[in-house]
């Protein structure tokens, strides 16, 4: 009986090994590339994902400001904590970029983790023979990728659309303001921006969206239909963001929805394009991963 169970560890010691093996040559063919494009998403849905939460409360920041103003709609009266606002979009944005960095290192070692764990041993010759034929590396380096491919093409997105237009207006801003010869102070921004709140909020929500929508709508194309019509999905984001400027702008000459159509054509087509892009690069990248 001795021998038996002897023989029975020894065969099952050797297949292991075997299987070890071959494992491990899966685990060195995940290049650094593959663990880069993994981290590059997840950065970016938690760079999105912060930049789109200040983006957020930049939106209920300016319409709450309108609404305790007692002056007019397009003539709101100085308030003593205006600056405020300024410092949500520009911490917002910030607060996006700084995120990216510490969200790659994090994303790299948890990759690392996870492909270790696939040919990680506990000692027990049978628990790590289930546990090592059940692994398979490729595969779960390809559903920790496609994880995030929805997040990760969304999430910048709703961030651009909920701070990229007043981050425009107020680089224009600074440049006539700055250059004509009355004094002004980057605090006065504030009223612009609740200014803009219920003009353009709708428009503003209606991006984000379109954009919630392509990341969502990802897993339902193939590459090849995201290379045919790169450009598609940013026009008509455009477009129905220029629709929406339309509801309350036409109670104001039509002025809100041309300024509002002016600044998204300046970043909407763009900016979806090149997450498209971004999207399709990565995909051909990967493509050995669907094998």
Excluded at 240 to 254: C, K, M, N, R, W
């Amino acid at each position: 009986m001795v021998l038996a169970y002897r023989s029975d560890e020894e065969v099952l010691q050797a297949r292991l090994g075997s299987l070890l093996e071959s494992r491990s040559a899966e685990v060195a063919s995940v290049d650094a590339e593959v663990r880069n494009i993994y981290s590059r998403r997840v950065a970016r849905s938690i760079g999105g994902g912060v930049a789109s939460l200040g983006g957020a409360a930049l939106l209920v920041g300016g319409a709450l400001r309108w609404l305790g103003s007692k002056s007019s709609w397009i003539a709101l009266e100085p308030k003593a904590y205006d600056g405020i606002l300024l410092a949500v979009l520009a911490g917002s944005v910030l607060a996006g970029l700084l995120a990216y960095g510490p969200a790659r290192l994090v994303a790299n070692r948890r990759f690392d983790r996870a492909m270790s764990d696939a040919v990680s041993l506990s000692g027990n010759v049978r628990i790590d023979l289930v546990r090592v034929e059940r692994a398979q590396p490729l595969r779960i380096a390809r559903e920790l990728i496609e994880r995030h491919e929805a997040r990760s093409a969304s999430l910048p997105l709703v961030a651009a659309a909920l701070l990229a237009p007043l981050g425009i207006h107020l680089l224009l801003w600074m440049m006539f303001a700055w250059s004509s010869s009355r004094t002004a102070h980057l605090a006065d921004f504030d009223t612009w921006i609740a200014m803009t709140a219920p003009i353009a909020g709708a428009a503003h929500l209606i991006l984000a969206l379109c954009a919630a929508k392509f990341g969502s709508r990802l897993r339902e194309k193939t590459t090849a239909e995201l290379r045919l019509a790169p450009s598609r999905d940013g026009w008509v984001a455009f477009a129905y963001t220029a629709i929406a400027g339309l509801i309350p702008g036409a109670l104001l000459i039509l002025i809100p929805p041309i300024l509002i159509g002016v600044t998204g054509l300046l970043f909407i087509p763009l900016s979806f394009y090149k997450m498209n892009q971004t999207i399709v690069g990565e995909r051909e990248d990967l493509g050995f991963l669907a094998a």
